[in-house]
């Protein structure tokens, strides 16, 4: 069976920072390019930020850029996203996908709220 | 930033009948498109990519066509765990974009 589940969501006040993980089994990650992407409360899917196989180049949606940082440990088969300076619009489900492009493997998502 | 528009936003369909979803590109995306499936509470699921293939697993009814800019996903005879939100998204180019969503609804 082919899992990735996402872990480090929670209740965090504005300003604050949250670091997300991703880690995956039944798949070996490292030839993968992996995604975050997000979906706020009763709201359509966006994406966040992307991170190649080898960790050299990465890419972010305007809105988290300089805020988030995606990042992977290939030996822990697990990818992470460091979100701080957290907003309201921030609060959102985070799901984690693998890519070729499309994204072909999803986790189940991890909440984060946003709230003083 | 590539927009990618779809219509109509809510589709009422009965089942055992065909639905047809259109997804657009504010700019050429080639076929570097897919679509996914998100039933509620749940994670999305990749049905086709490259606008056209369909993912493993996913029944022959869903297909999907168009390139260039103009993309529409065809659900031929409606089962009842077909009705759900669908999403298209392009590849072509970063940030890579989704669009808002269309809600299969039971007639």
């Known amino acids: 069976q082919v899992h990735l589940v996402e872990s480090g969501g929670g209740v965090v006040q504005p300003g604050g920072s949250l670091r997300l993980s991703c880690a995956a089994s039944?798949?070996?990650?490292?030839?993968?390019?992996m995604h975050w992407v997000r979906q706020a409360p009763g709201k359509g899917l966006d994406w966040v930020a992307f991170?190649?196989?080898?960790?050299?180049?990465?890419y972010y949606v305007d809105s988290v850029e300089g805020r988030f940082t995606i990042s992977r440990d290939n030996s822990k088969n697990t990818v992470y996203l460091q979100m701080n300076s957290l907003r309201a619009e921030d609060a959102a489900v985070y799901y984690c996908?693998?890519?070729?492009?499309?994204?072909?493997?999803w986790g189940k998502g991890t909440t984060v709220t946003v709230s003083s | 930033e590539i927009v990618m528009t779809q219509s109509p936003v809510i589709l009422s369909v009965s089942p055992g009948e065909r639905a047809t979803l259109s997804c657009r590109a504010s700019?050429?995306?080639?076929?570097?498109l897919a679509w996914y499936q998100q039933k509620p509470g749940q994670a999305p699921r990749l049905l086709i990519h490259?606008?056209?293939t369909r993912a493993a697993g996913v029944p022959g009814r869903f297909s999907g066509s168009g390139s260039g800019s103009e993309f529409t996903l065809s659900i031929s005879s409606l089962q009842s765990e077909d009705f759900a939100v669908y999403y298209c998204?392009?590849?072509?180019?970063?940030?890579?974009?989704f669009g808002q969503g269309t809600k299969l609804e039971i007639k």
């Open positions: 039944g798949l070996i990650i490292s030839d993968s390019g």
């Open positions: 490259g606008a056209s």
């Open positions: 700019q050429s995306i080639s076929n570097k």
């Open positions: 996908a693998k890519s070729t492009f499309y994204m072909d493997v």
């Open positions: 991170i190649r196989s080898d960790g050299n180049n990465k």
């Open positions: 998204q392009q590849y072509n180019n970063w940030p890579y974009t």
